[in-house]
């Protein structure tokens, strides 16, 4: 993100206001558009130029070529580590990253077989993401990597496994029931070990804690810039593993939000297409119908679920741990980032 970008200047955090939902959801939309993809490398460089003009004093004021700037290395750059993060498991690239594999897990009449697969291949761009969007500040190691993949990709395929089994044997529902319950199969299983994998993937911030740091007044800001230090300069008040533990379950909870309406909604509009005349004197128009729902939900929702909750969430330091209470900024609040 621009703030680990050199100067003593800090850009403007966002052109919506992040203390409401709605505006959230406009900032979340603006960092997940997948127009920032095709600014590449040299377009990269110069939206880093442009800001580090900016926060060195060179450029006095915002102007829609520096939002536009802004937009392309807020979505690009990690805000912990300063680099960007690869190109298919960023935000903005996730709609495009899950198309082909939610369009295989919600495949109709899959095998048991096919299931597992597409789990599988679920659960692996699931790590990848989570892994390069995570708080950074506590790395996780590659064994516990290893583990948190292999529990995730077993709780995924037991449960969509499972229940595709028994979906069959239920004796009391009529058949056109018993297909939209085996269309939501994969929902359920992705819900799960999609929550699930969050916390696996981020155990480590759990246990050893995350950064958090104290809420700069406009005073505070104001003495740095006079002394030409950046906010970023303002040491971490310690590792907090209350703080961690919120950031997990925020970003947990958020990819349920994510994952539900892109699971749920798309086979059951595919349902009612599939009685109509048209698709079924087309039944090769199937599989585009369902990559255009599933790409269109994925747009919708994907802004909706991420702003659900601040990237840089503010607590009261009181909330925490002992050695952090007296130790808050404005307000006596303390913020961290919460990852994605």
């Known amino acids: 993100m621009s703030a680990s970008l050199p100067g003593n200047r800090e850009l403007p955090e966002s052109q919506y206001d992040l203390s409401t939902y709605w505006g959230r959801v406009r900032h979340t939309a603006s960092i997940t558009d997948p127009r920032t993809l095709l600014a590449g490398k040299s377009g990269l460089e110069n939206a880093k130029k442009l800001i580090v003009a900016y926060k060195q004093g060179e450029i006095k004021e915002m102007t829609p070529e520096l939002w536009k700037a802004k937009k392309i290395v807020d979505s690009t750059i ?42 599988i291949t679920n659960q692996s761009l699931n790590v990848a993401i989570n892994n390069a969007n995570a708080n950074k500040s506590t790395p996780l190691s590659y064994s516990k990597l290893a583990q948190s993949y292999f ?6 395929c037991s449960v969509a496994v499972g229940l595709n089994s028994l979906v069959p044997r239920l004796k009391r529902v009529t058949p056109s029931t018993k297909l939209i319950l085996s269309r939501l199969v994969p929902f359920a299983a992705v819900a799960s070990a999609g929550f699930l994998n969050v916390f696996l993937m981020r155990g480590e911030e759990m246990r050893v804690g995350i950064d958090v740091y104290p809420v700069l007044s406009d005073a505070d800001k104001d003495k740095l810039a006079a002394e030409g230090r950046p906010e970023s300069d303002v040491p971490s008040l310690g590792k907090s593993r209350k703080a961690a533990t919120l950031a997990v379950g925020e970003t947990a909870l958020s990819r349920v939000l994510n994952s539900s309406p892109i699971m749920v909604v798309p086979p059951l509009i595919l349902v009612r297409l599939q009685r109509t005349q048209w698709l079924q ?3 090769r128009m199937t599989l585009p119908v ?25 607590i009261s330091a009181e909330s925490l741990e002992e050695e952090f209470h007296g130790r808050g900024g404005e307000g006596g609040m303390v913020v961290f980032n919460r990852g994605i």
């Open 78 to 119: 990690h805000p912990d580590t300063g680099k960007p993060v690869m190109l298919p498991f960023r935000m903005s690239c996730f709609a495009l990253s899950n198309l082909v594999v939610t369009a295989g897990m919600l495949t109709p009449g899959l095998s048991n077989t096919g299931t597992v697969l597409w789990q």
């Open 151 to 156: 529990l995730a990709v077993g709780a995924s």
């Open 281 to 283: 004197n087309n039944p």
């Open 290 to 314: 369902n990559l255009g729902l599933i790409l269109g939900m994925s747009y919708i929702a994907l802004p909706l679920a991420l702003a659900a909750f601040p990237q840089r969430q503010r």
